[in-house]
């Protein structure tokens, strides 16, 4: 499915073509009617002689409507650019023109009309002779001049053979299996509700499909959906499709709105871009300005930085990034309009290289027109890598859109870059071992080189701050790394996967990390140890311990489990904590229960050691207390 544009100046008869074409008339409005002239956006179709059926747009040529002829003319696929052989070429002729070239617009029929008022043959090898001069240079360059009439039908026949022949060298819109639908008309039918048009790109739409309305996030349903006035079950790349929209109201969608799935789009307030300023541009372009941003069938107001300039004369092209004043729904390789609020004039174009910056550029640092360039000029391998640098870490499925890659080639360069190793998953989801899930955290090599040797860093440098301790705090490590929850998880399980680091509790450590002590606390430690081992059932407090050795070294001895604290006073060793659990356990299999009394008397201890210990094996859920008794749990 095929939707072609027409462009051209005022009154040159465009619609009177579209109709003698189609048999529909496209102005529906009744001022366009009374004043024979298209104030905004009509639509036909038509099925061609080798049974393609195309839509067509016909946009307004006055240059008091230009704006409503811009949120048209982004979406199709071949112009059908029509000048009166009566007055050859006009002002909006130019524009018009100059237009198809920014959006780039692969070629199209040129339509010499109204040739019945033309009697002078010399007049029209003139006019043609002056039409071919103005298309050199432009994406028109190459298209066919085709002579007609459209109200005596005069050449329609060969205009309908170009327009296949057209059509035929254009490759059918890719299925990124991500559809969207930029809004260009919004209105009710009594009985179904809310209906929005527009041309269908990147992906299919079902009927039942969920949807949402961007930039607003108004989720709804696909009620209905009809291509031509005819009611289709699935909605195909290209097409002119009516959406009739379940649970959304009309007054919450207006032209420049995007229909999508949820999820595969995300609005945006700043683009960054490869603009080129028109040649004829009445003066220079100076950073920033405030222009009209017209992409897809939005039209916005955003505020222009130059980025290694300080401004761009006609004719140049130039990096930008622009801020707008309501968010956007763009991708990767869209095309845009600028234009000069007032007075009203067409001022350039160009392409989306990034459509989510991280934020606000330094306007000359070499590094980001670096980025630029490599996203203008990149392979595809270039442009996904390029994406995947910007978003650092990020679920396939998110690089994938914002390279705006199709399907199929993103899947083999995705498993390409996957064994090669440029492609790196941190979290382990992997489709038959040969790539990461769609899913999954993915990142590059070279980032995932960073971010996993500034944690074994920051470890290593805990390890030296804090000989003592067992590790670094989970928690204090994934604030120092400044990353997610998921990320850091991710991370963690990799590098110990790896073998790079040793997760204990809460504590993470290089792997083979073992507290050593100096000969004096290990002479200290030697002592404490000598008086635990003297009454293992009634050893020396916390306190007493702290005291002996010193904090950190205590510390030291409990986290390495030499030490089993079991209460804010009382601490055994391993092996006497160890000995009385095992006694314990054997007692209460014998006799059913045991008491704290019970307990004190076989040690010959003290209430308050037997208590603490008790109680504490209540916390770990390895016994119960009922009354005074305890049983296993």
Known sequence: MRVIGTAGHVDHGKSSLVEALTGYHPDRLKEEREREMTIDLGFAWMTLPDGEEIGIIDVPGHRDFIENMLSGIGGIDAALFVIAADEGVMPQTREHLAILDLLQI??????????????????????????????????????????????????????????????????????????????????????????????????????????????????????????????????????????????????????GDVIAHPKDYQPTGRLDARLRLLTGASSVLRHNTSIKLFIGSAEVVARLRLLGKEELKPGENGWVQMEVSHPVVAMRGDRFIIRRPSPGETLGGGEVLDPHPKGRHKRFSRQTVERLEALEKGTPADVFLQALAALGVAPLREVVSRSNLEATNAQLLIGELYENGLLVSIEGKTLENTRPAMDALVTS??????????????????????????????????????????????MMGKLASSGSIQEVGPLVCETGFEIRLNNQQQRLTDDLFTKFNENPYGPPTVKECQAAVGGDVYQALVESGKLVQVSAEVVFSRDGYEKMLVDVMRIIQETGTITAAQLRDYYNTSRRYVLAFLEYLDSRGITIREGDNRRLR
């Open 106 to 255: 692969q070629g199209g029929v040129v339509a010499l009309t109204k040739i019945d008022m033309v009697q002078d043959a010399e007049w029209l090898d003139l006019i043609e002779e002056d039409v071919r001069q103005q298309l050199i240079g432009t994406v028109m360059e190459n298209a066919p001049i085709v002579r007609v009439s459209g109200r005596k039908r005069i050449g329609i026949d060969d205009l309908l053979s170009e327009i296949v022949k057209c059509l035929a060298e254009r490759p059918p819109r890719v299925d990124y299996g991500r559809p969207r639908l930029p809004v260009d008309r919004v209105f009710t039918i009594p009985g179904f509700g809310t209906v929005v048009t527009g041309t269908l790109s990147d992906g299919a739409l079902h009927a039942g499909d969920e949807l949402v309305v961007l930039p607003q996030t108004i989720r709804g349903r696909v009620r209905g959906l009809q291509t031509h006035k005819r009611k289709e079950e699935i909605a195909v790349p290209g097409s002119r499709t009516a959406v009739n929209i379940s649970g959304v109201n009309v007054d919450e969608i207006m032209r």
């Open 445 to 490: 090599q070279l980032y995932w080189n960073q971010l996993s040797t500034k944690a074994i860093r920051e470890i290593q440098q805990y390890h030296k701050l804090y000989p003592l301790r067992q590790g670094m705090p989970r928690e204090e490590l994934k604030s120092r790394l400044k990353v997610s929850t998921r990320v850091f998880n991710g």
